[in-house]
């Protein structure tokens, strides 16, 4: 059987959920090969798509929180926050679907392809020696194992679904990212006051003062002078 020759060239127990039924339906190792590349083609569409929902939602995020900083109404702030948290929810649930559903079946179709196309190529070869096979299963085996230490470290990543989150500390968390801004604003605001203001130049009046004090008496015509005094004779 499909399923006995996989396990020999694999060294594995059991097969996997996520590939046993394509074995199962199919009739040879040609066709189990071509219904696992459809397989792991549609995991890569879907997650694909997943990807770019992400990409929309993070750009809403960005949105709103820009729509935060400027807003100055508490309740409006508040409100924003909210929709900030769910969009960052809803992202890191896709994240880990993405994660641990579909690269992990993508490695997974991955993994058997390869030996598939071992099979497919050693029935268009002379019959291999028992050492051929066993240099085959080794090889298999050990890539077997670094999957599967990958899919655990996958795994172990995932989020513990049954954790109620704390919906206070995202809202402060966010509504301090806008605060933040409006302090920044401020200081920018009264740096540009600042500079737009013009002293008062007190000693500048103070000198314009003193010029006129010290201003010397015009002295009479020379002429009058003269009359003065032979009257006075």
Known sequence: MLLDKIKKLMGLGSI???VAPIYKGARSEKEALDLLRDARRRDEDRRNRA????????SKESELMEEGKRETEQ??????ARKIKDIRWKVEEVETKVENIFNKRIRIYKEHIVSLETLVA????PLPTSKQLEEAAI????KREDLDKTVAMAEGMSLDKNTEPVLDEEEKSILAEFEKHDEAKLEQDELTNLGKEKPND????IERTMRKKEKPVREAPKKV???EEEELE
């Open 122 to 125: 050693l029935a268009e070869e």
């Open 139 to 142: 090889k298999a085996k050990e």
């Open 51 to 58: 990807l770019e929902d992400v990409e929309i939602l993070q």
């Open 16 to 18: 996997p959920d996520e």
């Open 75 to 80: 309740n409006r702030r508040l409100s924003l």
């Open 202 to 205: 007190e000693f500048a009046e």
């Open 225 to 227: 002078v003269e009359e």
